[in-house]
T-cell receptor, first 114, second 115 residues
Framework: DTGVSQDPRHKITKRGQNVTFRCDPISEHNRLYWYRQTLGQGPEFLTYFQNEAQLEKSRLLSDRFSAERPKGSFSTLEIQRTEQGDSAMYLC????????????FGPGTRLTVL | AQSVTQLDSHVSVSEGTPVLLRCNYSSSYSPSLFWYVQHPNKGLQLLLKYTSAATLVKGINGFEAEFKKSETSFHLTKPSAHMSDAAEYFCVVSDYGGATNKLIFGTGTLLAVQP
């Protein structure tokens, strides 16, 4: 399968713990996006990478959130000191710079903070 | 700033009848608009997109949408619903005002298809 993959698919953690999610984009895509989707809502933009550079962060991304894309390929999203309000689906998407700007989404990581 | 409003949170139709999912947009310039579908436990899938070419856009699985600038609408339609169409549908606008092309999603419309 050559689509966007995310790992893990589900994560249950206790409040105060740190969690890290991984996204592997489509291999030739240099644009990578993270979105968050809470129950009953549409996804909301969190952050954007072009290659390894993080070019935009949403105000939704508090100091407890950090994202990296060290070699311009896979990306990680870390949440420190998780809170119950962090419970959501975290979606990753990738797209190519040229040609179609369609964003291809991964299956998401569902985070539950107890 | 760009935004989209999905006018119905839930729509229920009978199998074989037409589907209409309504979306209005707000944009300070010519927008790129999309419809995505999300089936349970599956990733978001692009149904169709409008990027200032033809105003009537055909997508996958028999869906189409018409861009109406005068009404700032981009409603999604399908002539005959199938049970497999039951899913959540998102109207989306691309934020070309920034350099990121990030997507701005509506709140979604949950489509139920009754046998």
């Amino acid at each position: 399968d050559t689509g966007v993959s995310q790992d893990p698919r589900h994560k249950i953690t206790k409040r105060g713990q740190n969690v890290t999610f991984r996204c592997d984009p489509i291999s030739e895509h240099n644009r990578l996006y993270w979105y968050r989707q809470t129950l009953g809502q549409g996804p909301e933009f969190l952050t954007y990478f072009q290659n390894e550079a993080q070019l935009e962060k949403s105000r939704l991304l508090s100091d407890r959130f950090s994202a990296e894309r060290p070699k311009g390929s896979f990306s990680t999203l870390e949440i420190q000191r998780t809170e119950q309000g962090d419970s959501a689906m975290y979606l990753c998407a990738s797209s190519a710079t040229s040609g179609s700007d369609e964003q291809f989404f991964g299956p998401g990581t569902r985070l539950t903070v107890l | 700033a760009q935004s989209v409003t999905q006018l119905d949170s839930h729509v229920s139709v009978s199998e074989g009848t037409p589907v209409l999912l309504r979306c209005n947009y707000s944009s300070s310039y010519s927008p790129s608009l999309f419809w995505y579908v999300q089936h349970p436990n599956k990733g978001l899938q692009l149904l169709l997109k409008y990027t200032s070419a033809a105003t009537l856009v055909k997508g996958i699985n028999g869906f189409e949408a018409e861009f109406k600038k005068s009404e700032t609408s981009f409603h999604l339609t399908k002539p005959s619903a199938h049970m497999s169409d039951a899913a959540e549908y998102f109207c989306v606008v691309s934020d070309y005002g920034g350099a990121t092309n990030k997507l701005i999603f509506g709140t979604g419309t949950l489509l139920a298809v009754q046998p």
